[in-house]
């Protein structure tokens, strides 16, 4: 399943809200797997808080919405499609988090950080910034 979230909600509570409303969508889907697959690994329910806190900082932030999408590890993947390639945050759920750029003709930016790691999140949140403006 893949979810794209709306910046249009101004008021953080009310984005909150929406937010934990899309994640109940996809906590669902992905605990409900439509065939059964010895490979699948559901996302635990940390994968969630994570992903909860990451986009209230992305708000906060003023970075857009990204594209929202889980793999069979239980992996969420926040992803953006930039004019000259992808950005993308992997949420591991255990505070782990993957900041991943591929641009063309650039060598990838790729740097794992955990959530209590301020610094290395305050970095990433600066570089996500200079790709939107």
Same mark, same amino acid.
């Given at each position: 399943m893949q979810s794209l979230f709306e910046n249009a909600r101004t008021d953080q509570t009310s984005f909150r809200h929406y937010v934990k409303a899309e994640f109940s969508k996809i906590r669902k889907e992905i605990t409900e797997p439509a065939v059964e697959d010895q490979d699948f690994f559901p996302a635990p329910d940390l994968v969630f808080n994570d992903a909860l806190f990451l986009m209230e900082t992305l708000f906060i932030s003023g970075i857009p919405s990204p594209d929202i999408s889980w793999? /069979? $590890? &239980? %992996?969420?993947?926040?992803?953006?499609?930039? /004019? $000259? &390639? %992808?950005?993308?945050?992997?949420?591991?759920?255990?505070?782990?988090?993957?900041?991943?750029?591929?641009?063309?003709d650039e060598r990838p930016d790729e740097v794992s950080f955990t959530l209590t790691d301020t610094a290395s999140l305050q970095d990433c949140l600066a570089k996500l910034n200079r790709l939107f403006q």
């Amino acid at each position: 399943m893949q979810s794209l979230f709306e910046n249009a909600r101004t008021d953080q509570t009310s984005f909150r809200h929406y937010v934990k409303a899309e994640f109940s969508k996809i906590r669902k889907e992905i605990t409900e797997p439509a065939v059964e697959d010895q490979d699948f690994f559901p996302a635990p329910d940390l994968v969630f808080n994570d992903a909860l806190f990451l986009m209230e900082t992305l708000f906060i932030s003023g970075i857009p919405s990204p594209d929202i999408s889980w793999t /069979e $590890d &239980g %992996i969420l993947n926040f992803k953006w499609h930039l /004019e $000259d &390639g %992808i950005a993308m945050l992997e949420i591991y759920g255990d505070g782990l988090v993957v900041y991943d750029v591929t641009r063309d003709d650039e060598r990838p930016d790729e740097v794992s950080f955990t959530l209590t790691d301020t610094a290395s999140l305050q970095d990433c949140l600066a570089k996500l910034n200079r790709l939107f403006q």
